[in-house]
């Protein structure tokens, strides 16, 4: 049964500011709400402070003004360990462990967190068979064996290991190549109602973020310029977005459309 | 009297005195590396001992080897026996390439992988033994190689203060200007570094990943 009477605030920030010690500012005074089982993107060019948005959530950053609260509770009360054990994480770079097999590397969380090992193996082929990669064939082999996007399949598996309930993605699929990265948009679109999850997703790429979002914040230069669901967005009756529209267009175009 | 018969006749002694260095080397490799690979971990750790810690042992290794052993002899326990003290001096010159390649090979841990164990909730101590220090594992084990080859050089040395092993024949070969005794020392000497060298490379690959 779902509950649809009042969306649940899981993750919010409160006036929050990141500076670098040398005094540059990375991010300054955000207030965004985050919606249990919603999918936030988090929308901008290089630099407008997504990243640091998203590290901000699972304390890999603390802020140096404001609050961000998860559940209810400043990050900074929070240990940091068990919050980021709650929160599965998915960067560009994938970071598999190299010299662990595929099924190690999902199976990380659970093992760290002292499950049996005939329970962690049935949760790491299980999510293997989620993410498209049959376990016979993948699961002892290395990364170094993959491709990219098995990979990044493997990357995706790997966060939700210990099923999470929040998920934070940071351009996921930006390194993957066109073709690729359309066929594990469309998959992970599926997943995701699938999931139920929280996702937080950094991206810069437009498409992606309307294929994927409840709603999208669009950043600019360490600042929220809006939030807006696909709709808005597409429509673009707001200044703010027919300005990064036409952003976005003008440096697309050129390139023959990325 | 050729080279060969010279070889066989003293045999024993050889033996002996390759046993000798074999033993000053392989003590000396292990105080160095259970030394040298926690300064390096620390060094990670505590990048403010960067400069006092590479500094010193960097110090240490522009010493010429017989001024080191010289240097120590007046040390209040370390001057009392002289095997005590070649293996101080042979361990302090070992820790340079081990401190500086368990540094290197920490710090050159890609970043993504370090980023992605803390996100995922590694503890500092987890993603060291889990992550981190296999990954260096390599690039450790050519700092041991490295060092362990020096070692077995300056070993040599070590028989100018009495500490035995195959710079014996070295010594005494110079003394008598007989080459057969300085062979005698020397080509024993090479074949160990040789040997080492070769076995730790092949180590080495084993942890060679991507």
């Known amino acids: 049964m779902k509950v649809v009477a009042k969306p649940e605030m899981v993750i ?49 950053l603390e802020p140096t003004q404001g609050q961000v609260l998860v559940e209810g509770c400043a990050t900074s009360l929070w240990d940091p360990i068990r919050l980021r054990r709650r929160i599965g994480y998915v960067i560009q770079e994938v970071g598999l462990f ?18 049996p090992a005939d329970r962690a193996r049935q ?14 064939r993948f699961a002892r ?26 998920l934070l993605m ?44 409840t709603r999208l914040a669009l950043m600019e230069g360490g600042r929220l310029l809006g939030v807006y669901t696909p709709e808005e967005f597409r429509r673009a009756s707001d200044p703010t977005v027919t300005a990064y529209l036409q952003a976005f267009e003008t440096t697309q175009t050129p390139r023959g459309g990325e | ?34 030394i040298g690979m926690p300064l390096g971990i620390l060094l990670t750790r505590r990048p403010v001992f960067r400069r006092a810690i590479l500094g010193g042992a960097t110090i240490v290794q ?22 005590r003290l070649a293996i101080t001096a042979l361990t302090l010159y070992a820790l340079l390439p081990i401190v500086q390649n368990t540094y290197a090979g920490i710090t050159g841990v890609d970043a993504g992988v370090r980023e992605a164990a803390r996100g995922m909730g590694m503890t500092d101590g987890e993603l060291l033994m889990q992550v981190e220090l296999p990954l260096a594992f390599g690039v450790i084990l050519t700092g041991v190689r490295v060092a362990t ?49 070769f076995f730790l490379s092949r180590l080495e690959r084993r942890f060679r990943y991507v």
């Open chain 1, 170 to 213: 940071d351009e996921p699929f930006g390194a993957l190549d066109p073709v690729t990265r359309a066929e594990i948009q469309r998959e992970f679109q599926t997943l995701e109602g699938r999931l139920q999850k929280t996702i937080v997703f950094v991206t810069h790429d437009l498409r992606e973020g309307l294929m994927l979002a």
């Open chain 2, 62 to 83: 522009t010493i010429p080897s017989l001024a080191l052993f010289g240097f120590l002899l007046p040390a209040p326990w370390l001057g009392e026996r002289a095997d």
């Open chain 2, 149 to 197: 080859v020096i070692t077995v050089g300056v070993a040599t040395i070590a028989a100018a203060i009495g500490a035995g092993g195959l710079g014996e024949f070295i010594f005494r070969g110079l003394a008598m200007v007989d080459n057969r005794v300085i062979l005698a020392g020397a080509i024993p000497a090479a074949l160990m570094a040789l040997l080492a060298d």
């Open chain 1, 98 to 115: 190299p010299h662990f097999t595929v099924e190690r590397n999902v199976g990380l969380v659970p093992r760290l967190e002292g499950w």
């Open chain 1, 141 to 166: 082999r290395f990364p170094r064996e993959l491709s990219g996007g098995q990979r990044q399949r493997v990357g995706v598996a790997r966060a939700l290991a210990a099923d999470p309930p929040f």
């Open chain 2, 1 to 34: 009297m050729n080279i060969l018969q010279f070889f066989w006749k003293n045999q024993a002694q050889i033996c002996d005195l390759t046993l000798e260095h074999l033993w000053l080397v392989g003590i000396s490799m292990l105080l160095a590396v259970s």
């Open chain 1, 123 to 136: 949760r790491v082929h299980e999510l293997l068979d989620l993410v498209g990669l049959e376990p016979e």
């Open chain 1, 12 to 60: 919010e920030f409160r006036g929050v500011s990141y500076r670098l010690e040398s005094g540059r500012t990375l991010l300054s005074d955000l207030n965004l709400q985050i919606l249990r089982g919603e999918t936030l993107v988090l929308l901008g060019r290089s630099g407008s402070g997504k990243t640091t948005t998203l590290k901000l959530i699972n304390r890999l």
